[in-house]
Each structure stands twice: as C-alpha cells, then as structure tokens.
C-alpha cells in the first residue's frame, strides 16, 4: 500500500512515518514536504535508506507538484502538511490560509481526479474553540475557532467533509490534542521549555498559566492515525486525546523539577491573544469503535520526552543556535 505523508518532515508527520515503517513492511512511504523552518529531514535519518521511504520537496499549495506526485499511484492520502504554530499564526495568518485552506484544497482535488481510496485530513481539537472548566469535545462538539491557525484548519475540515458529501471522495478527519515527544520544533511549550531549563534560560508561561490542554504522546497518536486507516469510516470525524489533563504550569514545574532546575526560571509574561483556556478530548468513539487506546501514561511519556531532548542536545541546539538565533536571542532579550 502506498501513502502519500505530506508534511512528513514535521514533528507528528516524522513520528508517524518512523512508527509505520517499524510496524509493518506493507507500506510505501511518499513523504511530501516543503520543508519551512519547522521540516527537518533529520527527524527521518534513521530510514533514508529504507527502500520502502522515498522523499520529494514540494509545496501542497502548488498544483503541479501536487497533481505530479498524486499521479504515482498513491492508494492513501495522510495529510499532516500545515502552519501550526498559533503565535505564529496571530502574528502573521497569510501562510496559514495558503497552505492550510488552499494547500489542502489542492490535495483534496488532486485525490479526486486520481480515485484516492482514503485521504485522512489530520486535524486538531483546536477547531472546536475553548471549554469551560468542565465537559468534553466529542465530535459534534460545535466548530468555534478562535485563532488564524484554528480558522484555517476549520476551514480545511470544512472543505474536506465538502468533497466527501459532493463528490464521494472517501475523507476521513482526525482531531487530536496536544502532542509532545522527540523532534517537536522548539518553539512549542514542551520541547521550548525543556531546552530553556536545561540552558538555564527563562520560561515565558502566558497569562496565569492556568490554561489546561489534554497532552498525548506522538506515538500514541501515531496509532491512532493507523488504526484510523485500516478501519475507520469515510466521511467521518474521530476525535484523538491522551486522557491528560494538565495546567501550564503543571506541565512548566514538572519540567523544573525531572530537570533539577529552579522555580526561579519561571517568569509569567504577556497572554496569548484570543488564549483558548480549556481544551479536553471525548475519545470514546474511536476507542468503541477502532479498538484504539493510548500506551503512554503521562508521566512515562512526559519523562521519556524529557531523556530525549537531555540525550539529542545537538538536535536542538542546531536549530536554536543554527538559522534560527535570532528567534531565540529576541524572546531570551524579552525575558531578562
Ligand atoms: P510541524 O509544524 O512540526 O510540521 C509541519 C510540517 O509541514 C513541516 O515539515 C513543514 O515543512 C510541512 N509543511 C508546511 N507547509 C507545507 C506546504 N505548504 N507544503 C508541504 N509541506 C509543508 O507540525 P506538527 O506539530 O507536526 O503538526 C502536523 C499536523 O498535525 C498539522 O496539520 C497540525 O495542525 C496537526 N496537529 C498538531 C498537533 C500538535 O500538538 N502539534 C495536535 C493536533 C493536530
Ligand atoms: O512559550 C509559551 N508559553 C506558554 O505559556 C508557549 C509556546 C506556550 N504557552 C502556552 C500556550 C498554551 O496554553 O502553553 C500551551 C501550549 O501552547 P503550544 O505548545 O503553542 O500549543 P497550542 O497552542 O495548545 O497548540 C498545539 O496543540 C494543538 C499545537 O501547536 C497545534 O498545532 C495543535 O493543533
């Protein structure tokens, strides 16, 4: 069976294919990715050479790169090619609609015309907007984005169920929680406040750091996506959460303290605009219906996290000392 992964150099997209070749040797590998700041073939070093794995650079939001490619015979279609970044995304929307609206329109019509038997859109809880202390989003939980970034993948899940009911493409829509794990661009909150601890540099923790998100390790969604492929139902949505609710500052202290690094680190800055307070996931459906459940306990998976950024030093500091200084000297400069 051969899959079209795009955005495989990404940190969910590099799990995911890194989990898949281990598994089984069923699959063909196409990972398709334009490698913005945050694609790092690195991520995928380990299976370069696999024959199974083959890499081509190209943009989702470039109809010929996209109509080439999808002509190859690609059975499956797993869509992880995105901006998804929410600051980043407040800052500046432009690439979001680009890539994240118009990117996967033009793979959803590449798939078309090409007879794709699934397409997976990966999505995020995150178009479901923000819960109050209390409840869960399940999959008919209303679509209530709040930033650029959830707009855009509202917009892009919205599209994808359109050419489901207009054109019988066979779309299937996955939205998970927040993932952590290995190869996570550091600039999210995980892998960010690793690496600042172990540099003895600041922890910026927006607003009150009371805002909670429901965290699930990497490989745990990685599963989830397979089980998702070889049984889940066309035209449906399947929500994916790790049963870990947790504060921000839950998660910061924790950090501090698997580290043997001070509170003192801590610093509360400037909220996020627009701060999503509460997000919490129903997996119900998938877990009833796929047999699906996740393997990590938090506190396995935070502290395994935690050993891999400690032991892959030179991973990091490539990227915080490497092309991307300037980003981290800026919000370093913010901090002191
Ligand atoms: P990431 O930013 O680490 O990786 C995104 C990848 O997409 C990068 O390799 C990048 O080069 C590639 N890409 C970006 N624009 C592209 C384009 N125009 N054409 C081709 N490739 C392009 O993101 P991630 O955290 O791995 O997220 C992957 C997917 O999972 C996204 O769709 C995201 O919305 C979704 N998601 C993420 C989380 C999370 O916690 N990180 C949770 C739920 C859902
Ligand atoms: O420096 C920080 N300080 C801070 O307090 C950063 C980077 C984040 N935060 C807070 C904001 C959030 O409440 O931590 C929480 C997590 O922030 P992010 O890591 O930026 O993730 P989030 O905004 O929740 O979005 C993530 O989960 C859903 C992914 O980035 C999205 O791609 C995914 O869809």
């Not at 699934?118 to 999505?123: A, C, G, P």
């Not at 999210?188 to 600041?202: G, R, V, Y």
């Not at 959460?241 to 500052?249: D, H, K, L, W």
Request: hydrophobic share 35%; net charge negative.
């Amino acid at each position: 069976m051969k899959l079209l992964v795009t955005g495989g150099a990404g940190f969910i997209g590099s799990n995911f294919i890194l989990s898949i070749l281990k598994k089984s040797e069923e699959y063909q590998v196409v990972n398709f990715d334009v490698l913005t700041y945050a694609g790092n073939l690195a991520n995928l070093k380990s299976v370069e050479k696999n024959p199974s794995y083959s890499f081509i650079k190209g943009d989702i939001a470039d109809n010929n790169a996209v109509g080439e490619v999808m002509k190859t015979g690609i059975d499956v279609v797993i869509n992880f090619a995105a901006e998804s970044h929410v600051d980043r995304s407040i800052m500046d929307p432009n690439t979001f609609i680009s890539t994240n609206v118009l990117g996967t329109n033009l793979l959803l019509s590449a798939a078309r015309e090409n007879n794709i038997k699934l397409f997976i859109q990966i999505s995020t809880d995150e178009v479901y907007g923000s819960l109050g202390p209390t409840g869960l989003f399940t999959e008919d939980s209303p679509l209530d984005p709040t930033s650029p970034y959830s707009a855009s993948k509202t917009s892009a899940d919205l599209l994808a169920l359109a050419y489901f009911k207009t054109y019988g493409l066979p779309v299937i829509i996955t939205r998970c929680s927040n993932n952590y794990g290995p190869y996570q661009f550091p600039e999210k909150l995980i892998p960010l406040f690793i690496t600042n601890a172990l540099e003895d540099k600041p922890l910026p923790v927006y607003g009150d750091g009371m805002n909670i998100r429901d965290w699930i390790h990497a490989e745990d969604h990685a599963s989830a996506i397979e089980a998702v492929m070889k049984n889940g139902r066309p035209g449906e949505v399947y929500n994916i959460g790790g049963n870990s609710e947790r504060t921000n500052i839950e998660i910061t202290e924790y950090i501090l303290k698997t580290l043997g690094k001070p509170k003192s680190l801590i610093r509360f800055v400037e909220d996020r605009l627009g701060h999503d307070r509460r997000y919490a996931i129903d997996s119900t459906k998938i877990m009833s219906e796929l047999g699906w459940k996740p393997q990590y306990s938090f506190e396995k998976a935070m502290d395994e996290t935690v050993l891999w950024y400690t032991e892959n030093n030179s991973w990091w500091e490539e990227i915080k000392s490497g092309k991307y200084k300037d980003y981290y000297l800026n919000l370093y400069g913010k901090l002191e």
